[in-house]
């Protein structure tokens, strides 16, 4: 059966992956950093929803995450009650491409994440203890205090907003997400002084795909 293949064949090697074990039905990857995740095949919601589904855990240093995972043949993932911290170094993992890195401790509480095929959308918050991110081509750490990022789907976008816990209206990052994929990123000014390991000017805005 499907299911009980070795979770080796689904799981491609990344930079990112440091061993795999056990099957697509239960199994667990090990993630650069020392953190490890590890799944659960969920057979009922699998059933009722015709894709792959699963209940998830990521653990580790400075992390202790978990939630469900709906994931459908055409390339379209659902992750639902995404909760609990996560260390910076995962971003490093989800996100290979970014030009920073990050010391920091996450709060991760995310109703819903799509991603993939069909409509793309986020919802939830997450926030971060005081900490420090640099770029990877070197450079000066820059200190950053607690921070908030705020999701919310309105009609056929998503709107995140990134500000100071302690000064919400202050905002730092915007990012629209339509749910065709497309992003629009912009950075104020007062997030070029505090975030310059992003590498935006004031004003900057960046447009692609997710």
């Not at 689904?10 to 090990?30: S, Y």
């Not at 240093?61 to 459908?72: F, K, M």
């Not at 749910?179 to 629009?184: L, N």
């Amino acid at each position: 059966m499907l299911f009980t293949l070795p979770a080796s064949v689904v799981l491609k090697n990344r930079p990112w992956r440091t061993g795999v074990a056990g099957t697509v039905w239960n199994g667990e990857v090990g993630i650069a950093g020392g953190a490890k995740f590890e799944w659960q095949m969920a057979p009922l919601r699998a059933l009722t929803s015709l894709a792959y589904a699963a209940d998830w855990k990521a653990s580790g240093p400075n992390t202790d995450l978990g939630g469900r995972v709906l994931a459908h043949l055409g390339g379209r993932m659902l992750l639902d009650k995404v909760s609990g911290a996560a260390d910076g170094s995962l971003l490093q993992a989800l996100q290979p491409n970014l030009p920073f890195t990050c010391d920091l401790v996450m709060q991760v509480e995310m109703e819903r994440i799509a991603i993939g095929g069909g409509s793309r959308m986020l919802s939830g918050t997450a926030t971060t203890d005081p900490g420090s991110c640099r770029r990877k081509n070197g450079g000066a750490a820059s200190a950053l205090p607690a921070l908030i990022l705020t999701a919310e789907h309105i009609g056929n976008r998503t709107l995140v907003r990134i500000a100071p816990m302690a000064q919400r209206r202050r905002t730092l990052v915007t990012l629209e997400l339509a749910e065709s994929g497309a992003v629009d990123i912009s950075v104020t000014p007062d997030g070029a002084t505090m975030m310059p390991f992003v590498g935006l000017p004031a004003g900057a805005r960046i447009q692609g795909e997710m």
